[in-house]
């Protein structure tokens, strides 16, 4: 992706933190001639800083600008007044990891391929990155996925920046970090209740997820642990060991949860009978359906967009 087309995207500027009312502008007025024009401001706001931080963060709160970068909202600023979506995240890093400079730092997270700009923050105590993810995958998810990835490197995200409403003030930084391509960052965090290791291992190597492969398994994994969902009986787990070992390491990790919710768990067996099931299984992934209509019979017509709020 050219990044001038992502400069083109539309935004929300407020001319402070606390006003209601809005004006639409480019990402390209912000990050080019928002910042240069509040340059004196932000300087004086980083000078204070040095020896009252509480005071620099009011200078910052009176007296700059600020915009709305993943959207644009009309009337109140919520989720459910966006009234156009941008392919844009940003997120802040306020604590610098250890043994590394703040430059070594917006470095490092620049040469990621999906960040397609980085600069100081405000008081120019942290950054903050602009990245380019897939619009069709959820902003949460996506958050979430962004936030377990950089702690793999050490680096900690605001959580703040999971709120699409989120503000960010100017900044300016005579060292600004900017390409003229980037990367799609295409991947979502599984689901609450997934395990991290789990979730690290069932990426694809491409770092792609199947969301219909993780939809079946949210299906799966709800059936289990909020319907109930079972096998005691030798036969029934033989069955249900049979129709997972379709599914990978999905299914793998399913038959373990569901293997210890059931009765006379072993985990050194149930291990074995895994394995077994890959061996001999005769069935295809087809027979994941099994699943589906148990949902429905055990929910109800809204099965699937119940399963889909999980």
């Not at 009234?83 to 990891?97: E, G, L, R």
Request: glycine share 4%; hydrophobic share 35%.
């Amino acid at each position: 992706m050219k990044v001038k087309e992502l400069l083109n995207s539309k935004i929300s500027l407020y001319k402070r933190v606390n006003e209601t009312k809005s004006i639409t502008i480019t990402l390209d007025d912000w990050v080019h001639k928002v910042g240069d024009a509040a340059s004196k401001v932000i300087k004086d706001i980083r000078k204070t800083n040095e020896t009252d931080p509480k005071g620099a963060k009011a200078m910052k709160t009176m007296n700059l600008p600020c915009v709305t970068i993943s959207g644009v909202f009309e009337g109140e600023r919520k989720a459910s007044q966006v009234t156009k979506m941008n392919p844009i995240i940003c997120i802040d890093i306020d604590v610098i990891p250890d043994g590394m400079s703040i430059q070594d730092l917006k470095k490092n997270v620049f040469e990621l391929p999906y960040v397609f700009y980085v600069s100081l923050s405000a008081r120019g105590e942290g950054i903050f990155a602009l990245i380019y993810y897939n619009m069709e995958n959820d902003f949460l998810s996506t958050f979430k996925a962004l936030q377990y990835d950089f702690k793999q490197m050490g680096i900690e995200i605001d959580k703040a920046c999971k709120d699409i409403c989120r503000l960010r003030f100017a900044s300016w930084d005579a060292d600004v970090l900017e390409k003229d391509e980037v990367e799609m960052y295409d991947s979502e965090y599984l689901d609450a209740f997934m395990d991290p290791q789990f979730y690290k291992e069932i990426h694809h190597q491409d770092g792609q997820i199947c969301l219909d492969d993780y939809f079946t398994y949210k299906t799966i994994k709800y059936l289990i642990n909020v319907c109930g969902y079972r096998a005691d009986e030798y036969q029934d787990w033989l069955m249900d060991g049979f129709r997972l070992a379709t599914f990978g390491d999905y299914g793998h990790a399913l038959f373990m949860h569901l293997s210890q919710h059931s009765d006379n768990f072993n985990e050194r067996v149930a291990e074995r009978k895994w394995e077994e099931c890959v061996r001999t299984t005769q069935m295809t992934k087809d027979c994941l359906v099994y699943y589906y209509g148990e949902a429905k019979r055990r929910i109800g017509k809204s099965w699937i967009a119940e399963i889909r709020r999980s």
